[in-house]
């Protein structure tokens, strides 16, 4: 196996290049110096550019991930040469590769949904024909910025999962362009689907009268939900989005990967990311009846069904930074133990750290992100800072090889043979013992949840998080 | 070897035990979290029945409900600031717009051309205001009248909110006769349901023909809106409201609801009232906590007659801008199920929700289209609405 044969992120390895934390610290306060500079320039409704409206610049971020997700995962690239990749001085690359992806996402944005979908399709994707049919030039553009960006919400859980669950499946072995551009538009056709079966009754349902031959207007999810609005959707997407690269990152795809056959090993990653997805859902709905009281339907904020679904897909973007920041900089710590050791250590110890993210973001977001007070404002969308900041870390770790603080090299041939170890792992092998281990974790892990599930009342009663 | 052995079946058993661990806690979460079973544990929420008295009726007259005449000239003032996070004395609009354009206004500025002249002579004020101003014909106000009528007969007036224009709102008050209740002193209480401009910047024209008023507003009131009140003249009793319920008067409550509002408002105080024989009525300046919280916090917390929702007035906060979302009409749809008897709203209700109402069959009572008040669907400028009377 040589390097050429793996992707450009698996051919590489990143080596610090200062010992101990200093790597780490450096790329931190760059990386949050970055993030705010380039916020009070874009977002901040203080700043400059204004974006954050909030959908219009929640659109944008939302499609950058997506682009980078594309350029980097789908195209491994391409049309950027190997020795191109190698050789430029990481600055430089992720100049150029940022500013591709940016001009890519504003012709996906403006040419593809605003001119020709907008135009010739769906008249909610073009503000200026909502405006011209009489609705105010504010809500025109975020009403489309809103579905524009619920397209890239649904593609950024599907396109990291063909190339992390599927394995690039069935078109692995094509060449670049071909394997991305097929993956690309696969995923985009299936996010299609998703769009119309989970958010084209939500925006059908933004025009009066319901746009009943259009669109299933009362919803399919309405009892379920206890709400018409596809913030449910939003819940369990958004999970999924999450619950995608802790599966890559920190979970190193275990225990999926343990599975030896192929279809069924990328069967099983594909829906157990969503039907873990889907339990960390509910449990994070169910975590807030718990802390705030039961939800009553049709009220606002923090008491709405709406906006606890909403919460859901917030929580887990929190949980995202610190497994990300984990992976980047911190070497996937802890490595030392076994990979099931790890993995169950990283896991608890990211939520923790979400946790701990939550708190800081809500007692302090509003006094430096221009955001505004309280959990469950309308416009407050802790995802617009939280993407926005992970794209940050995928600029600096895709695109500049982890500059300043780390370097690339190639790998060696045996750390090549980890990347295979990463898809089929052979670490872990059924004994009797590891059956006994199993039950008495499943145990405690039941244990575990029976306990945070009692706690959080007691939390409810006696924290506030906002004065 | 046999330490060997020992060693790789701890292991093996630790491996699974982790794995075990994440799995397990996986699984429970997805199994129950969402069950009828996980649901039958959350305790019951007791309902506190504070008894706060009762009235016997009450009248509200609308001085005004237009807060703004055109949603596309303030909407858009918005947007063009930098959307509804922006801070609201910075937006540039009178009585703190400085001729620098759009958020580029500041309180200090703002007031600073037009301090002197309060209270004394608002319209001075605003015709200077009117120069520096973003689209300056398009403040209105929101205010209402409320007369209580108590056991004993008493009748106690209050007036909620104090609209935004000087100039319109003076006009207001003349045509449903409040300056001269003001003058007269008959009005017990300015309660401002919170800071925004439409229901809060017209305070000057209030104090003008009283300055003395008692005052409540809403702890979250930032330093900016403090300071306007002692800039408009005012010299009485300000009441900070930092308690859940206030008993006003037997059968009248304020209740504050802690909400994050656009523009960098915070908080928002409403009326609950018990109609002796009748039940609650509930009245609300623009309802930023939701007219559902506000049912469902004074039935949780409220003694009222007949424990039945009698009466609502006011603005619910549900499609000001004419905008729409799903959300609204799980309201719609639910709203019902409270069976409220009399449903007196506008302004920042929206008249496509005022619409949606009439279409779901609720008793919604309709106005007059008078004084520029844009629609019959709900209650217009000078319209009254009575309950328990």
Known sequence: MDNSSVSYLESRKLVKRWSGPIPALVNTIIIF?????????????????????????????????????????????WPFKRSWLNKTHPLIKGGILTLVSVAAMVILIKGFFIEILGNYGIAYFNPARLEAMGITDFYAIEYAAEAIMMFAAIASWLSPSWVVACENAPWQKLGQPARGITIAVVTFFMSMIVYFLTMHSHMAILFYPWQKFTAICPPYWEEFANTVSGNFHIAWIMCCTVVVWLFETIWQRYPFNLIKNNALRRLASFFGIIGIAVALCFFLYYAQDLVWGETIRGTRRLMAPDWRWLHVGEMAIFWLVPSLYLTFYCNNWPTKFSRPVNVCIRTLLTAAMAAVVYIIYYKTSHLFLGTQKGFSHPQQFPMIPMIWLINIFLINVWFMDGWPGWKAVPKTEAELEEVKEEIVASDVTWTSKLAKGLAVGLCIGVLLYVAIINILPWIGANFTIIN | MSNDNKNISRRDFVKGAATGLVVGAFASMGMYSYTSSAYSRLPKVERKMEDFGACRSIRVTNISETSWFNNAHLIGDIHAAGGLLVNQYTLNWAPFANGKGSAKGSYEEGIGSIKELLPHDLKKAWELQKKLALHPDNPGGYSCLIEVEALDGTIHKYLLDTGWSYEWMEDSFKREGIDKMLEEQQIEAL????????????????????????????????????????????????????????????????????????????????????????????????????????????????????????????????????????????????????????IGCNHCTGHLTAKKFIEAGYPVVRGSARFRSASKDYLGNGDKISFGC
């Not at chain 1, 320039?41 to 991930?65: A, E, S």
């Not at chain 2, 003249?233 to 319920?245: E, F, H, Q, S």
Request: include cysteine.
């Open chain 2, 191 to 342: 309660f401002i349901s919170h800071e925004h401009w439409d229901h809060f910047w017209g305070l000057p024209v209030t104090v003008k023909y009283d300055n003395r008023i008692p005052l409540y507003v809403h702890d979250g009131f930032y330093k900016e809106g403090l300071q306007y009140i002692k800039d408009s003249g005012y010299k009485g009793d300000l009441t900070i409201v930092d308690k859940p319920i206030t008993q006003i008067i037997p059968g009248m409550a304020l209740l504050k609801f802690d909400v994050p509002i656009i523009n960098r408002v915070f908080g928002e105080t409403s009326l609950a009232f018990n109609i002796q024989g009748k039940g609650l009525v509930l009245i609300s300046g623009c309802c930023h906590q939701g007219i559902l919280k506000f049912a469902d916090f004074a039935q949780a917390n409220l003694k009222y007659d007949n424990d039945r929702f009698y009466g609502i007035y006011g603005g619910l906060h549900i499609s000001p801008f004419e905008d729409w979302d799903p959300k609204y009409d799980d309201l719609v749809i639910s709203l019902g199920q409270w069976n409220f008897e009399r």
């Open chain 1, 33 to 77: 110096a970055f993030f705010y500079a380039t916020w009070w320039i874009f977002q901040d409704p203080r700043g400059i550019m204004r974006m954050y409206t909030p959908y219009v610049g929640y659109m944008v971020c939302r499609w950058l991930l997506i682009l980078f997700i594309w350029v980097a995962y789908i195209f491994d690239f």
